[in-house]
């Protein structure tokens, strides 16, 4: 970033390419409605039964609580780097630099075995309806989805987002459909309300109790996640300290009721007396609903697959591609990842970077277990202690922030008391998701009981990484990891600078 006389900074991504509905749909895609509406259905189904909806319900006010602090914090510093600029001003760049660490086990890692376990799906449904076996079509759809996606990413984020909205549309709407199949014509127990009833979680055999419903809180958070997706695009949207904020806002909203509304519905058309069909249901609850009820129009729910794959894809490389670009601006990643095509002003070397990470983190997984479980383990429990990682970091930053920085805007129910809620309900839920702290029943299996080792492995070689740094005297990029675009006046990138080159002589 250079520095204007004004005192103003400056990008050389494309400034205003992006109005508020297409950054929503970043987020909306990110999200990943038809993938968080059916993929997950049987999991969080087993673990809550009945009130699987419910725990959505919970998750909504959760993730509304995390959307909050990212709320607060872009409207106060609008960057590529997100999560990395908002720690890195508040709480010294190193743990920023740890925090978009983690974050990429989040939005770069998700993409590679998004693709993979579409792949697996369509061959799995070829096999089932036509006896037609493509065992290597999970490879195919990593190689095909990194590619296009790249593509996609390199002509520039003005085709992104227009493609973005007409994927985003095409799935929303088929899995609106299935949805409303389902109340239509409901299952053993009919239409009812008891999805949302407290007193049915853990009463019977079919789920795993209060501590199940309890993980499937955490999972239904996953299922939320891509709502931060517009933090890293706001160099490059219209007014980002007023869009940024309330595409938030508006994706945790929009896909919080949309998911509410899939899971009830397809609890329904199996039948709310019928858990257990859910629970042990050889296909996706989804896709099963589809075939007893559309006939030879379940093939539209892989077309509402194919819309969610691509679009996750994109928009995770989107968000993946801005984070090295500012990484790299800021020399905290190696330059190269700071180059900016001169004419589409797309970070190219970034894009080539994310799509080789996509083909590799999609093939490698899948070769070593199968791209099912490689989905499951990475997208659904890597991730989410990754990202949970990066959000309780966030709330500690913006209660920092507001207090040191903007003490006449610190507001005790927005940056103190939500931050530490949200805080708090995340690390309770993960201790209950785990050895020693989760019932026997509730423990995850191997290879899923290694989720944690892998986060704590990546987590040391980040610090590994900073400690190299330190010993060969590499800290010019402390000193501006806290900048943000567009601060109307010098004095708060004077303080940034400040206290960047003050952690610096620490070194």
């Known amino acids: 970033m250079a520095e204007t006389t004004a005192g103003r900074m400056q990008t050389d991504l494309k400034p205003n390419s992006l109005g508020l509905l297409g950054v929503t749909m970043q987020a909306i895609t990110h999200i990943a409605p038809a993938i968080a509406a059916l993929f997950f259905t049987q999991f969080l189904v087993t673990l809550a039964g009945v009130t699987a909806p419910l725990a959505y319900v919970a998750a909504v ?45 989040y939005s770069p890692m998700a993409g590679g075995v998004v693709c993979g376990f579409f792949g ?20 195919a759809a990593v190689i095909v989805g990194a590619v296009s996606v790249a593509i996609f990413q390199y002509i520039g984020i003005e085709l992104s987002a227009r493609t973005l909205l007409i994927t985003g549309g095409i799935e929303i709407l088929i899995v609106l459909a299935l949805a409303i199949t389902g109340f239509a014509s409901p299952g053993p ?48 949207t219209q007014d980002p300290k007023t869009n940024t904020p309330r595409s938030v806002l508006l994706s945790i909203l929009i896909l919080g009721v949309f998911l509410v509304f899939t899971y009830w519905g397809v609890i329904t058309g199996f039948g709310v007396d019928n858990i257990k069909g859910i629970q042990g249901s050889p296909d996706l609850p989804g896709l099963a609903l589809a075939h007893a009820k559309w006939g030879a129009g379940w093939w539209l729910i892989l077309l509402a697959f194919l819309s969610s794959t691509f679009a996750v894809t994109l928009a995770t490389a989107n968000v993946s591609t801005r984070m090295w670009y500012a990484l790299g601006r800021n020399g905290a990643f190696p330059t190269f990842f700071a180059k900016v095509h001169p004419t589409h002003r797309t970070p190219t070397n970034a894009i080539y970077a994310q799509a080789i990470l996509t083909l590799a983190s999609g093939l490698i997984a899948g070769f070593i277990w199968n791209s099912q ?4 383990l990475l997208s659904g429990l890597v991730l989410v202690i990754g990202v949970a990682f990066v959000y309780i970091a966030a709330n500690f930053a913006v209660t920092v922030y507001y207090w040191r920085e903007r003490r006449a805007e610190f507001n005790w129910l927005w940056h103190g008391i939500l931050p530490a809620a949200a805080t708090l309900i995340l690390l309770y839920a993960l201790a209950q998701s785990y050895p020693p702290f989760c019932p026997a029943v509730n423990c995850p299996v191997d290879p899923y009981l290694k989720a944690p080792l892998v986060d704590i492995v990546w987590l040391v070689i980040g610090v590994a990484i900073l400690l190299f740094y330190s010993a060969t005297g590499k800290s010019e990029w402390i000193k501006t990891a806290g900048a943000a675009l567009g601060e109307e006046s010098g004095d708060d990138i004077g303080m940034a600078r400040a206290r960047g080159e003050q952690e610096s002589a620490r070194v």
């Open 61 to 105: 006010v959760l993730v509304l609580m995390l959307g909050n602090t990212l709320i607060q914090l872009s409207r106060a510093l609008p960057s590529a780097g997100g999560y990395y600029t908002y720690v890195s001003r508040a709480l010294g760049a190193r743990l920023g630099f740890l925090t978009s660490w983690m974050f990429i086990l």
């Open 120 to 139: 697996f799906i369509v061959a799995g449904e070829l096999k089932a309806a036509y006896n037609v076996d493509f065992p290597w079509l999970w490879a």
């Open 189 to 236: 127990g009919g239409f009812s309300f008891a999805v949302f009833n407290p007193g049915n979680i853990g009463n019977n055999t079919t789920t795993l109790g209060v501590a199940g419903f309890t993980l499937g809180i955490i999972l239904a958070v996953q299922g939320l996640t891509g709502w931060e997706a517009a933090a890293p695009l706001a160099e490059e």
């Open 373 to 376: 479980v490689a989905f499951f």
